[in-house]
């Protein structure tokens, strides 16, 4: 195994598909264009769907990239484990209509194995329980022992609407230190023991709009892998956090809160959420789309990392100087020689991040004081909730996501009623759409 820096996993990848005639492109923005299913691309392979539906004509069959993206399903793991991210890198080769099992499984081992040198007995495969395929080519192509091979029936890839089909992901064994321990546990288990450095999606159907799956005319190849993932375990540390592209951040959150990582586990999460958050919405902000914070759509994604990360920054008692050179620290440090078009942002996204900080600090007072009011109250009653109306107050008057309240709300052993707050929200949409059909008669 070598120790590698994150732009070295890079460049390897990207040289190693370039060298079996795949054509590199740079990442595509992190708005997805002309895609209604998604707010923000989640996978390498999503600003590519029309190439692998045969739509539009790719400019070669075989293309590779690294692909920024963001996902925000899992949000309330980031800072919990040593594992989860919202931003991510995604290292993709892509086959449409040419290659197929045969070579793509090959090549995924040799990369991973050769190429960055990981530990072969320590790769888990898992397949579709009906992929033969994939399983021969596994054990009897690459030499995969059985008891290595896991088959699973939710083996299926999808991201929205648009191209999907069964895959097979590569889980590496962290050692018997970690894990749940249960006889079930293996390749799949969320204990954290496995964890899934890519896969090889065999993309073969179409997912329409009502759900229903067509074949596709061709066969498609999506392979994606996990950098930061493969980093944190090329380096020995297991701990994403602790990889070139987060450890300066950490250090500095060190010496400016005066906490240590990993010394109490409540604040080492506040530590991981402030670096990834504010990772994320630098990538955002700084993205050819140039996303800004709203109350709405991916605009609303990013308010509300901005927000968590404000939170979570005032937990370590930091200051809004501080978060900016945090900010300032991926633009000029870590992402300078990858990402060159946030350094040509650099001034637009400190800018707006600091605006978005003011906003949210001058509610957060008078919105924290407001809640303090809510839950002694629910105490006094003897209630374990608060209602949807009173979050939906907080929501609308002091610009608190139904998140936050959530989250802080949970620190005091409470529930929100989401549904309470949803049509607390719906009644006010109402009334504003009766307000404007009025004003325009
Ligand atoms: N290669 C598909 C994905 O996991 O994003």
């Known amino acids: 195994m070598k120790y590698m820096t994150g732009n070295e996993i890079r460049e390897k990848f990207l040289k190693f598909f370039q060298d079996r005639g ?14 209604p299913t998604l707010l923000i691309i989640g996978a390498g392979m999503a600003p590519f769907k029309p190439f692998f539906t045969g739509k539009m004509k790719p400019p070669a069959t075989r293309i590779t990239t690294c692909q920024k993206c963001v996902r925000t399903g899992d949000i309330e793991n980031v800072g919990r484990t040593a594992r989860h991210h919202t931003y991510f890198e995604m290292l993709g080769n892509f086959s449409f209509g040419d290659y197929f099992k045969k070579e793509v499984i090959p090549w995924s081992w040799e990369f991973l194995t050769e190429e960055l040198g990981l530990p072969a007995d320590k790769l ?39 191209p999907c089909g069964p895959d097979s992901e590569i889980h590496i064994d962290l050692g018997p230190e970690r894990g749940c321990g249960k006889p079930t546990c293996g390749p799949g288990c969320d204990c954290g023991k496995y964890t899934e450095l890519g896969n090889d999606v065999f993309m073969q159907y179409e997912k329409h709009h009502d759900g229903h799956l067509t074949p596709l005319k061709q066969k498609n190849v999506d392979t994606g892998w996990g950098l930061e993932r493969i980093l944190a375990f090329l380096n020995g540390t297991r701990d994403v956090y602790q990889t070139d592209l987060f450890a300066p951040v950490i250090a500095y959150i060190e010496e400016a809160s005066g906490v240590k990582y990993n010394a109490d586990e409540k604040l080492t999460r506040s530590m991981r959420i402030l670096a990834d958050h504010l990772r994320t919405s630098v990538m955002l902000i700084g993205d050819e789309a140039k996303l800004l914070p709203s109350n709405t759509g991916a605009g609303y994604i990013l308010r509300r990392l901005i927000r968590r990360a404000v939170r979570h920054g005032r937990t370590l008692n930091m200051t809004t100087e501080q978060l900016l050179h945090i900010a300032a620290m991926y633009i000029d440090e870590i992402y300078a020689e990858s990402y060159p078009l946030m350094k040509k942002n650099r001034e637009f996204v400190l800018s707006e991040l600091q605006k978005e900080i003011a906003r949210f600090e001058s509610t957060l007072e008078n919105g924290m004081k407001e809640l303090q009011k809510i839950l002694e109250q629910k105490r006094s009653e003897g209630k374990k909730e608060i209602d949807g109306k009173s979050a939906f107050y907080l929501y609308d008057t002091f610009g608190f996501p139904l998140e936050l309240t959530v989250e802080l709300a949970q620190e005091e052993n409470l529930t929100v009623d989401e549904e309470g707050f949803a049509a607390a929200m719906e009644e006010q949409k109402q009334k504003a759409r009766e307000g404007q059909n009025f004003s325009q008669k």
């Open 124 to 162: 888990y495969i898992t397949i579709h329980t009906e992929d033969d395929e994939a399983f021969d080519i596994w054990h009897n192509v690459v030499g995969v022992p059985e008891d290595h091979i896991v088959r699973l029936a939710d083996n299926w890839w999808e991201i929205g609407s648009g």
């Open 22 to 35: 795949h054509l590199m492109l740079p990442s595509a923005s992190l708005i997805p264009q002309d895609d």
